[in-house]
C-alpha cells in the first residue's frame, strides 16, 4: 500500500478519516499533534515548553519533529504503508521529509488535501472532545458523533477531554499559520503529481468514501 498523507486546516477532520483510513486498510495512523500532546504531560524543561507552544496554537520546532517523525517511520510497522497527520507543516519540513524517506528507501506516495470553509471549522473546534486513552475524536455537537455516554469513550471507556488548543483564540492562531506556513506546501506536492483533493463539508462517511475512491485507485 501506498503512504497516504493528509493537507488540511485545524479541524478539518484529518485524524477522523486518518482513523478510519488505519482501521480499514490495517496500517499504522501517525499523528504528530497526538505524539506532541502525550510529550506535553512529561514533567520536564521539554515537555512544558510543549505544552505551552500547544495551547497557543504555535508550531513546535522542526528539529524536534524530524526526530519524533524518523524514529516512528523507522518501525516495523511501517514498512506496509501508513498515514501520516500533522506532518510536514512546512515547507522546511517537507523537504526534510523527503529526505528521511529517501533514508528509509520510501515515497511520498498519496497526499491527500480536504477543502473546508473556516465557519465549519470554528464548530467542529469547540464541540470536539478527545479520549486522553486511544485519541478517539469526537463532537458533542454532532448527534452521530457523540459519545454515548458523557465524557466517556466509547471504544475503550478512557475519560473525554478537551484539548487545550480548541478555543477560538488558539484555533485563530493555528489557521494563521496553516495558510502562511502549510498551504505552500500544497504547491510543492502538486508539482510532484501526487495530490489529490476532497471536499470536507460532508459527513464523516461521505468524506470517507472521497478518500477511499482515490486509495482504491492509487493501489
Ligand atoms: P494537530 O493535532 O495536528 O492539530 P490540527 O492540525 O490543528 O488539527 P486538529 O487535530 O485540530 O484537527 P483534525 O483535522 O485532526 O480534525 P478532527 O478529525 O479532530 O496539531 C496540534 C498542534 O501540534 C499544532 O497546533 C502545533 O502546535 C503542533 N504540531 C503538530 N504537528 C506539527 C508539526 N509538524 N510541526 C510543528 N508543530 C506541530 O475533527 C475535528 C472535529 O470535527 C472533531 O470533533 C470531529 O469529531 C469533527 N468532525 C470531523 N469530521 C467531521 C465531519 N465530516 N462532519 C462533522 N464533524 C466532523
Ligand atoms: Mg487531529
Keep these: 500500500m501506498k503512504n497516504i498523507m493528509f493537507i488540511a486546516p485545524p479541524a478539518a477532520g484529518k485524524g477522523t478519516q486518518a482513523k478510519k483510513v488505519a482501521e480499514s486498510y490495517g496500517i499504522p495512523h501517525i499523528s504528530s499533534g497526538d505524539v506532541l500532546r502525550e510529550m506535553s504531560q512529561e514533567d520536564s524543561e521539554l515537555g512544558h515548553s510543549i505544552a505551552e507552544k500547544l495551547a497557543t496554537g504555535k508550531f513546535i520546532e522542526d528539529n524536534i519533529l524530524y526526530q519524533l517523525i524518523e524514529n516512528r517511520l523507522k518501525r516495523e510497522d511501517c514498512k506496509n504503508g501508513y498515514i501520516l497527520d500533522g506532518f510536514p507543516r512546512n515547507l522546511s519540513q517537507a523537504i526534510e521529509y523527503d529526505k528521511i524517506l529517501n533514508s528509509l528507501g520510501y515515497e511520498v506516495g498519496t497526499v491527500i488535501l480536504i477543502h473546508i470553509n473556516e ?16 485519541h478517539a475524536i469526537y463532537n458533542i455537537h454532532e448527534e452521530n458523533n457523540s459519545p454515548k455516554v458523557e465524557s466517556i469513550c466509547d471504544n475503550c471507556g478512557g475519560k473525554l477531554y478537551q484539548r487545550t488548543d480548541d478555543n477560538v483564540d488558539s484555533f485563530k492562531n493555528r489557521l494563521k499559520a496553516y495558510k502562511e506556513s502549510t498551504e505552500p506546501i500544497i504547491q510543492y506536492y502538486r508539482e510532484k503529481n501526487v495530490l489529490h483533493e476532497i471536499n470536507g463539508e460532508d459527513t464523516v462517511d461521505n468524506v470517507f468514501k472521497q478518500v477511499k475512491t482515490i486509495l482504491d485507485n492509487e493501489n
Design 119 to 134: 465557519e465549519t471549522l470554528e464548530k467542529r473546534i469547540t464541540g470536539r472532545r478527545t479520549c486522553e486513552s486511544c
